[in-house]
């Protein structure tokens, strides 16, 4: 499936999304009931503190751009690989909730400028036949990193947790390592050459309806899969009182799901086009989000878990592809740097409101009513944003 070639661009993407999402985000969800039983925190302080990544993943998002501009972007990834890393070291110990608050939100800011940079660097040098197939797999580093953080944190959980902290850390070095090598052997993709008896294509707006509408769709997206990726686990284990082993276990659900999910969408999108397969997403992703409302069975959360795990990344792999057919590859970064950016202050909106609501309530199960019915609202957004792709000028 891969060239030889495209090792490096693939690695880049990999490692990033692995890191900024799979590490940096995911991971926390599976340690929050164990915070809780170890009496590190609270139940509505480890809500909080799970939103604090989302708080520094708006930030990061805006940030990325600037900073690939102003320092490069090899530069830039290493610096946030290094910076998940610390604060995964730095968070191995009990300490206050503001000092821990700041390393979380440390994370999401390094996390979400290696989730823009990382897939957009590697993207932007692919041969365009092949970012349809390339980018899915670069976001399976998402389920991966979740996937760890499902299968090596009950073990070492059991020595101790801030034995499962510094293990997050070594893998996110792991990471750097890998990444760093990949993404200095990632170079631009060479000018196009236009010959001078062919006339220029007129200039296609930015923000056309049918962006607009998948912008929109997206930030739904960012809000109603909230209660999975932060509270899921927290849920499971002390609302239902299924137990640590019973959470984990689902949590690893999620995890296979998104390593699934963004290959799923490499084929779906090949055989019925971004635009098919963005309504048929959203659609699946609306069901899964509600059906724990519907059942509790090990079945139906397995089944849950796994649908939300495969339409995470694989939702963002599809996003950015379709945006890519609406607009071109040439504005691709600056349009998937808005798109990031408005998805996480919707996530990071959502994220505070639902601790609010949870702190209020006591309960869990309002979140996943409001989840569901945002991607509701996400599936009638795409299905009304159906365009011709953009023309781009060949040689």
Not at 221 to 247: K, S
Not at 274 to 295: E, F, N, R, S
Not at 300 to 310: E, I, N, P
Request: include cysteine; aromatic fraction near 12%; hydrophobic fraction near 55%.
């Amino acid at each position: 499936m891969l060239h030889r070639n495209e090792l490096p661009l693939f690695l880049t993407g990999f490692m990033a999304t692995l890191s900024g999402v799979g590490l940096a985000r995911f991971a926390y969800t599976a340690l929050m009931p164990q915070m809780v039983h170890a009496g590190w925190f609270s139940g509505e302080q480890v809500a909080y503190l799970g939103a604090a990544n989302l708080l520094g993943y708006l930030i990061g998002a805006l940030a990325a751009a600037p900073l690939a501009e102003r320092l490069g972007p090899v530069r830039v990834l290493v610096a946030c690989w290094m910076a998940v890393a610390l604060s995964f070291a730095a968070c191995s110990q009990p300490q206050p909730m503001a000092v821990f608050f700041v390393w979380r939100l440390v994370s999401g800011v390094a996390g979400a400028t290696l989730m823009v940079l990382g897939p957009s660097m590697a993207m932007s040098a692919a041969a365009p036949e092949r970012r349809a197939t390339l980018g899915p797999l670069m976001f399976c580093g998402i389920g991966v990193g979740a996937l760890l953080a499902a299968t090596l944190g009950p073990v070492f959980a059991r020595s101790s947790l801030g034995a499962v902290w510094w293990a997050l850390s070594a893998l996110c070095l792991l990471a750097l390592a890998v990444g760093w090598r990949s993404a200095r052997r990632v170079t631009a993709p060479a000018p196009i050459a236009i010959h001078p008896s062919a006339a220029p294509l007129p200039s296609t707006p930015l923000w056309t309806a049918a962006v607009v509408l998948v912008m929109l769709a997206y930030g739904t997206d960012a809000f109603g899969f909230v209660p999975h990726t932060v509270f899921w686990v927290d849920y499971l284990d002390r609302e239902l009182q299924l137990g640590a082993a019973y959470a984990a276990s689902q949590w690893a659900f999620f995890g296979l799901g998104a390593i699934a999910g963004p290959l799923c969408a490499a084929y779906c999108a090949t055989r019925w086009g971004w635009w098919g397969t963005t309504c048929g997403a959203y659609t699946i992703k609306a069901a899964a989000i509600g059906m724990p409302l519907l059942w509790a069975s090990f079945g139906s959360h397995a089944l849950s878990g796994f649908l939300v795990g495969a339409l995470s990344p694989g939702l963002a792999a599809i996003t950015s592809g379709y945006l890519m057919q609406l607009i071109g590859p040439g504005r691709h970064k600056q349009m998937w740097g808005y798109a990031t950016a408005a998805f996480a202050l919707l996530q990071a909106l959502s994220g505070y409101s639902m601790a609010f609501l949870y702190a209020h309530t006591g309960s869990y199960r309002p979140l996943f009513a409001l989840g569901c019915a945002a991607l509701s609202l996400g599936v009638l957004l795409v299905v009304f944003s159906k365009a011709k792709p953009v023309k781009t000028q060949s040689a």
